[in-house]
């Protein structure tokens, strides 16, 4: 490896990495400098072992408490209860791990498409090998297309321009040069090297690689991400949370009920497996099965939408975003530079594209001057504009597509006599061309070059002499400082044919045209969107101010009239641990950040974050890396997107859309709510059976369910409703509120209230069929434990019409409108009548004959914990204005 290659000479790098500048490396040292070396790839973002996904899946602290519960069961000879608990664990796993292991399989049909291959220079011959063989001393060979494998110090080019804005920021191609350069050049002006990751838009070069794999500036920039400790899932924090809850709530119910009984004189046995009961029938078992399922659901509906989501809880994430940092250049942008102004003669277009395709606008002197430099002083293949090449040059070709002129035919009527090639030093490019009996010359380049060398101007009443040049100096400087990459032209006639030292001389100047990498046509009402939901989008890029703040004009992120300090640039601000107050509320206000570099983009993410903010982070570069992995939630794009910036997101946008992002946040905050009222089912159900086995047995009442009943209720009656509530498509507004308080757990306090109100209510029914079977119609203890289990089940399916918001109605709303409730009903229902059929289910279960009258007061009861409910509901909302539930 070569320290500051950019400050050496050629000759001095060939001879410190003991290379050859044309022989290259021989063959014999290759393997040595692998080993010494390694191969060039960066091995930390190796994909997700299938082990790993499994055991990711086990981590849930829901699931240690079954584990504990299966074991007991064993060890009580309660063998179907226990078989049962792991088949749930299974369940819950397996759903899980499937749905990861398409995601991972996705994202590895995505690096293998991002694997290249480039042409070296070994022992004197030119060889193709793959880019991870690259070693440091090869000489590469670079042309258009090609990824750059590997840091280089360029030892010769030719027209070379690279393409390193997943790397800087910057849209505009990079033009490359030999030169040696100060030992104090930043990466962005260190134009004598290439590096990793970067593209190859034009031209060709030969280098000498001088890093590789994580010695390479993109290794340093991954070596960020990798420290960046990522951050665990809101949902995840939230249903941990949840899950510590649960756990203490069940410890105390089974200890009470413990130590209850064998105070009354029961047996310490038989009141160990009530308190295993109580522990089963606290613990919601479908609450793991149905979360998963839930968002896998999520998951495929975004998959089709062309969202690849690599973790399940990733998907609810994107939910409780409220920030969303997104990169610039080919994110919000096209990525790809077009014509924008035009200043010509006394003239000038704002929006070159708003031009009205019209002879009088081509029939203008100057104006038909510059299109026609803007075709033939211009290397590019008309019929070529998608291409690879020089960015400039196709935007010109496509500009005069786009006004009718045919650039085919300009070129054959105008054959080219003679070129003056673009050259980094001279920053300009002229060429001869026949037209006629005369010679025409056109030339385009910097304008401050190219205006040494033009002593007229033309305008629209002919050409004079150039004496405005002040002026026109003051008009490129107004373009440069919006950001815009300006080009100058100009032209002349002969008689002759001029030779390249006096094909500049004399040249009358035309104008200007100043390019953009313009706002893509939907971002700007994706943003309107995002506004409305209460989620801020900031723009983070290292790109220069002036086009930081065009565009973020153009999207909506500021005002039109916003000045150029609404922008904040890297240099003047630094956050630091502890900022002040003032700069904290400055960087809170701020929605554009320029000049950034990757460390100030990972410090603007641990910002947010610091500041209780859910942050999103969207970026396809090298330099998005360790934001991507810090943030809450990375998202990358999948086409343009380099494969560093792919492995470190936790979401892949396969078809690079930025209006997906909306559809993924949409779908995880519905799925957010739907978790949320699935919760509130499964625990008002499950806080039923607790009270109803702990108060029967406190009024030494017959035991309303045995252990494998509550299993069946948690199995069954529990999990399709609650299922069916969490594949629901979600309330038409809820783009329309503010994103879910990440300080606020998935249940708060009126969800706590609602839980208990209906428990409650499903409890009285239960207890009140036990009472009245016992005391009023002295029937045998196993039917009275029958009529009240089919109570519950009855109770809990009712309990599903509880969820929908006071504001609905009864009738119609998002529980009555889904068809999934519906087929879970029936799916329950059934389910609980083929096991009073089946022989050895009933038997398991214990369940016994009823007749049609034991099943008239089933219902009757059961839909009195309905009622009870609502007429509560009712009730407090007309003396209090508002109901537990909202």
């Known amino acids: 490896m070569v320290e500051k290659p950019f400050a050496i000479s050629v000759d001095k790098v060939v001879a410190s990495l003991d290379s050859h500048a044309e022989l290259g490396l021989d063959r014999e040292v290759i393997q040595e400098r692998m080993n010494q070396y390694g191969p060039n790839q960066i091995p930390q973002y190796a994909p997700k072992k299938r082990w790993r996904i499994l055991t990711d899946q086990l981590l849930n602290p829901i699931l240690y408490i079954l584990f504990a519960a299966s074991i007991l069961a064993f060890i009580f000879n309660d063998i179907l209860e226990g078989i049962a608990i792991l088949i749930v664990i299974l369940i819950s796993a397996g759903i899980?791990?499937?749905?990861?292991?398409?995601?991972?399989r996705s994202l590895e049909e995505l690096r293998k498409m991002g694997q290249s291959k480039i042409f070296v220079i070994r022992s004197g011959k030119s060889i193709q090998i793959k880019s991870f063989e690259v070693v440091p001393g090869d000489i590469v060979l670079l042309r258009t297309g090609d990824i750059v494998p590997a840091d280089a110090r360029l030892m010769a080019v030719d027209n070379l321009l690279v393409k390193e804005s997943a790397l800087t920021g910057?849209?505009?191609?990079?033009?490359?040069?030999?030169?040696t350069l100060p030992h104090h050049s930043p990466i962005t002006d260190q134009h004598n090297m290439v590096f990793r990751g970067t593209m190859v838009t034009a031209g060709s070069g030969k280098a000498i690689v001088t890093a590789t794999a994580k010695h390479t500036q993109l290794g340093h920039i991954q070596q960020l991400g990798i420290d960046a400790i990522e951050e665990r899932t809101p949902l995840e924090k939230k249903l941990n949370q949840l899950s510590r809850w649960l756990i203490w709530l069940t410890l105390f119910f089974a200890i009470f009920v413990i130590i209850v009984g064998y105070i009354r004189g029961n047996d310490f046995l038989l009141m160990v497996e009530t308190g295993v009961a109580l522990a089963v029938a606290a613990i919601p078992e479908g609450l793991p099965i149905v979360a998963t399922i839930a968002l896998a659901q999520g998951m495929l509906?975004?998959?089709?939408?062309?969202?690849?989501?690599?973790?399940?809880?990733?998907v609810q994430t994107l939910g409780a975003t409220d920030i969303i940092c997104t990169d610039k250049t080919g994110t919000l942008t096209e990525d790809r530079m077009k014509v924008h102004a035009i200043l010509y003669g006394d003239e000038s277009v704002d929006d070159a594209y708003s031009i009205e395709v019209s002879s009088s606008v081509k029939e203008h002197p100057v104006f038909n001057k510059m299109m026609l430099a803007g075709v033939l002083c211009n290397n590019e293949d008309p019929n070529a504009i998608k291409g690879q090449g020089d960015s400039i040059e196709l935007s010109l070709m496509e500009f005069a597509k786009y006004l009718g002129y045919d650039p085919v035919s300009i070129k054959e009527n105008n054959p080219e006599l003679l070129e003056l090639p673009f050259d980094a030093a001279r920053k300009f490019m002229a060429t001869a061309h026949s037209q006629g009996q005369r010679v025409h010359v056109y030339a385009k380049g910097a304008f401050e070059s190219l205006i040494i060398h033009c002593d007229f101007i033309m305008n629209a009443t002919g050409i004079i002499s150039f004496d405005t040049k002040s002026e026109w100096h003051a008009k490129v400087n107004t373009l440069a400082d919006q950001g815009l990459r300006t080009l100058a032209f100009a032209y002349k006639e002969t008689q002759e044919l001029p030779t390249s030292k006096s094909i500049i001389e004399g040249l009358t100047f035309l104008g200007i045209i100043g390019f953009l990498d313009p706002a893509r046509n939907d971002v700007k009402a994706t943003i309107d969107i995002y506004k409305k939901a209460g989620i801020k989008v900031v723009m983070v890029t290292g790109d220069h101010p002036g086009t930081s703040k065009k565009i973020a004009q153009e999207v909506g992120l500021l005002e039109m009239d916003a000045s150029l300090d609404k922008v904040m640039i890297a240099k003047d601000f630094v956050i630091g641990?502890?900022?002040?107050?003032?700069?904290?509320?400055?960087?809170?206000?701020?929605?554009?950040?320029?000049?950034?570099?990757?460390e100030q983009k990972l410090d603007i993410v641990k910002f947010y974050q610091k500041n209780n903010h859910i942050v999103g982070m969207i970026g396809d570069g090298?330099?998005?890396v360790p934001a991507l992995k810090k943030a809450d939630i990375g998202i990358a794009m999948g086409i343009r997107g380099t494969e560093a910036a792919r492995e470190a997101a936790d979401v892949i946008l396969k078809n690079d859309g930025f209006t997906a992002i909306e559809l993924a946040i949409r779908q995880g905050r519905v799925i957010f709510e739907n978790i949320r009222q699935f919760v509130v089912y499964l625990l008002s159900c499950n806080l039923a059976e607790i009270l109803s086995v702990g108060i029967a047995a406190s009024l030494n009442f017959p035991s309303p369910l045995l252990p494998m009943q509550i299993l069946f209720l948690n199995l069954i009656t529990d999990v399709f409703p609650a299922l069916a509530l969490g594949l629901g498509k979600g309330e038409k507004d809820i783009m329309e509120r503010p994103p879910n308080n990440p300080k606020v757990p998935i249940i708060n306090r009126k969800d706590w209230y609602t839980i208990i109100l209906y428990g409650l209510c499903i409890s009285l029914a239960v207890l009140g069929i036990v009472a009245y079977t016992y005391l009023v119609l002295e029937l045998p203890t196993e039917t009275i434990n029958n009529m009240a289990f089919y109570t519950l089940v009855m109770a809990q399916l009712f309990n599903v019409f509880n969820l929908p918001k006071h504001t609905e109605s009864?009738?119609?709303?998002?529980?009555?409108?889904?068809?999934?409730?519906?087929?879970?009903?029936?799916?329950?229902?059934?389910?609980?009548?083929?096991?009073y059929l089946i022989t050895p289910v009933a038997e398991a279960l214990s369940l016994d004959p009823v007749s049609m009258h034991q099943l008239i007061l089933v219902v009757l009861f059961a839909l009195g914990s309905l009622v009870l409910a609502q007429l509560t509901k009712r009730s407090i909302k007309y003396f209090f204005g508002k109901t537990p539930n909202g």
């Open 622 to 624: 090298i330099n998005d």
């Open 577 to 598: 641990d502890n900022p002040d107050a003032t700069v904290i509320k400055r960087l809170l206000n701020a929605s554009v950040f320029a000049r950034v570099t990757p």
């Open 301 to 314: 509906r975004l998959s089709k939408r062309q969202v690849i989501i690599k973790e399940l809880e990733a």
């Open 810 to 835: 009864f009738w119609i709303n998002e529980v009555t409108t889904n068809i999934w409730v519906w087929g879970a009903i029936v799916l329950s229902l059934g389910i609980t009548f083929g096991a």
């Open 96 to 104: 899980g791990y499937f749905m990861e292991l398409q995601a991972v």
């Open 170 to 179: 910057e849209s505009v191609p990079v033009t490359k040069q030999t030169r």
